[in-house]
């Protein structure tokens, strides 16, 4: 599920400028394709990636400690069966 996200992100990023600038911000964007057509011209494909790092970094201890809680939970649950 987390690689279906990175790979998600360069349009994420090009939705949530849509979004947020709507035909102001990024010369007049008409679509999606547009948008990140604009965004590739204005800061290269690092801008696609913008904020990704620090996504990241919210997601790993989350999936850590749902996984943790997943391990101990079936440990839990073998035992009384």
Do not use: C, E, W
Not at 26 to 35: D, P, Q, V
Not at 48 to 69: C, D, E, N, S, W
């Amino acid at each position: 599920m987390q690689v279906r996200r990175q790979h998600n992100y360069p349009i994420s990023i090009s939705i949530r400028s849509l979004t947020f600038h709507g035909n102001h911000g990024i010369g007049r964007a008409t679509g999606l394709y547009h948008a990140m057509k604009a965004i590739m011209a204005a800061q290269g494909a690092r801008g696609l990636f913008q904020g990704h790092l620090a996504t990241l970094l919210r997601i790993f201890p989350y999936a850590g400690v749902k996984f943790m809680a997943y391990d101990k939970l079936d440990g839990v649950g073998r035992a009384v069966h």
